[in-house]
Antibody, heavy 121, light 105 residues
Framework: EVQLVESGGGLVQPGGSLRLSCAAS????????MHWVRQAPGKGLEYVSA????????YYANSVKGRFTISRDNSKNTLDLQMGSLRSEDMAVYYC??????????????WGQGTLVTVSS | DIQMTQSPSTLSASVGDRVTITCRAS??????LAWYQQKPGKAPKLLIY???TSQSGVPSRFSGSGSGTEFTLTISSLQPDDFATYYC????????FGQGTKVEI
């Protein structure tokens, strides 16, 4: 059974940093691109970042470029999102998601349960 | 960036109704479109990918169609479990979601 379990969310002050993690199991992690998607309270889904299966390629939404860093450890089946210079507009539930196929541009067939990031002083 | 526009934003319907949600892309995306269902407090669930391919386990009342810039999600006979918010997503050029369509009673 595929499982994605996020952790690391919490309360952080504006300008602060936070590191999210996603532990994957039930599939061959190194074969799939992985993604982070967020959802602000009461709002829609917003794409955040992607990383290729081998970690060589990354992509960031303009809203987080230069502040967030995505990474993965294929030996530990983990996906991370290092978030810095956090703003109130970064407050959201953050989901990790698995690419449906083996290529870079895919839909997401499995999602984690999400972890809440609250940015407030 | 490719923009995705869903309509309507909210849809009021009854059990048994046929429901159609439209998603338009700002430029052609071939058939690289997915549909997701999200219920309150839950993660999204993949329903349809490649515009019309149903994800395993998805009830047959859900179907997708379209190509290029215009796509539709149809629920042939709305069931109580289908009241939720639905999102389209393009993955032709990076990834973009529509703003969502809430299906309510």
């Amino acid at each position: 059974e595929v499982q994605l379990v996020e952790s690391g969310g919490g309360l952080v002050q504006p300008g602060g940093s936070l590191r999210l993690s996603c532990a994957a199991s039930g599939f061959i992690f190194r074969n799939y691109a992985m993604h982070w998607v967020r959802q602000a309270p009461g709002k829609g889904l917003e794409y955040v970042s992607a990383i290729s299966s081998d970690g060589d390629y990354t992509y960031y939404a303009n809203s987080v470029k230069g502040r967030f860093t995505i990474s993965r450890d294929n030996s530990k089946n983990t996906l991370d999102l290092q978030m810095g210079s956090l703003r109130s507009e970064d407050m959201a539930v953050y989901y990790c998601a698995k690419g449906e196929g083996s290529s870079w541009f895919e839909s997401y067939d499995y999602w984690g349960q999400g972890t809440l990031v609250t940015v407030s002083s | 960036d490719i923009q995705m526009t869903q309509s309507p934003s909210t849809l009021s319907a009854s059990v048994g109704d046929r429901v159609t949600i439209t998603c338009r892309a700002s430029q052609t995306i071939s058939r690289w479109l997915a549909w997701y269902q999200q219920k309150p407090g839950k993660a999204p669930k993949l329903l349809i990918y490649k515009a019309s391919t149903s994800q395993s386990g998805v009830p047959s009342r859900f179907s997708g169609s379209g190509s290029g810039t215009e796509f539709t999600l149809t629920i042939s006979s709305l069931q109580p479990d289908d009241f939720a918010t639905y999102y389209c997503q393009q993955y032709n050029t990076y990834w973009t979601f529509g703003q969502g369509t809430k299906v309510e009673i």
